[in-house]
T-cell receptor, first 113, second 111 residues
Framework: KAGVTQTPRYLIKTRGQQVTLSCSPISGHRSVSWYQQTPGQGLQFLFEYFSETQRNKGNFPGRFSGRQFSNSRSEMNVSTLELGDSALYLC????????????FGPGTRLLVL | GDSVTQMEGPVTLSEEAFLTINCTYTATGYPSLFWYVQYPGEGLQLLLK?????DKGSNKGFEATYRKETTSFHLEKGSVQVSDSAVYFC??????????FGTGTSLTVIP
């Protein structure tokens, strides 16, 4: 089976712009979670989608949003980018919810200038 | 709320040394516990997991035992190799599928 794929792998944006990141989960996986990873804050949970519905949300401002499509593919959007949004954004998928192993993609590295 | 605390790094060991990375957790229910590893420039990979008390997860020579009485899930390896150099994350998953990760421990193994 193909693993979790994320596109694009690298992105450079300027402050004030918006960005959309894409994640394709492992085939058959219905849960997709997003994380932000930075050297200072470590791995921080953004949100989780299951069956096209947001099920969990981390402590991030409303500029961060996401959605999931009927084929379980997910996108996350960040509007009005700030310098502090520079990070590695990781997507993870799992078969179901509730203690299931999460499988991570390679991440999208976002640099905001 | 649920949380994971793991040993601060960085850790530097010589090849063939014994490795322990400590991890303790706080959870209200009966979480599943995981160790993930991240190699430079890559995403996280599952290393091992345990889903109930006294379970031992193992993979590639690494082991960790789910200790409910001490709320711990310490990672061990008897003889590390240069290729084990990476960042290791302890994590728990509650019944709501919310994952909580530790801050990561960077391991460097020198020849």
């Amino acid at each position: 089976k193909a693993g979790v794929t994320q596109t694009p792998r690298y992105l450079i944006k300027t402050r004030g712009q918006q960005v959309t990141l894409s994640c394709s989960p492992i085939s058959g996986h219905r849960s997709v979670s997003w994380y932000q990873q930075t050297p200072g804050q470590g791995l921080q949970f953004l949100f989780e989608y299951f069956s096209e519905t947001q099920r969990n949300k981390g402590n991030f401002p409303g500029r961060f949003s996401g959605r999931q499509f009927s084929n379980s593919r997910s996108e996350m959007n960040v509007s009005t980018l700030e310098l502090g949004d520079s990070a590695l954004y990781l997507c993870a998928s799992s078969l179901e919810r509730g203690g299931e192993t999460q499988y991570f993609g390679p991440g999208t590295r976002l640099l905001v200038l | 709320g649920d949380s994971v605390t793991q040993m601060e790094g960085p850790v530097t060991l010589s090849e063939e040394a014994f490795l322990t990375i400590n991890c303790t957790y706080t959870a209200t229910g009966y979480p599943s516990l995981f160790w993930y590893v991240q190699y430079p420039g890559e995403g996280l990979q599952l290393l091992l997991k345990a889903t109930k008390a006294d379970d031992k997860g193992s993979n590639k020579g690494f082991e960790a035992t789910y200790r409910k009485e001490t709320t711990s899930f310490h990672l061990e390896k008897g003889s590390v190799q240069v290729s084990d150099s990476a960042v290791y994350f302890c994590a728990l998953s509650d019944t709501g599928n919310q994952f909580y990760f530790g801050t990561g421990t960077s391991l460097t193994v020198i020849p």
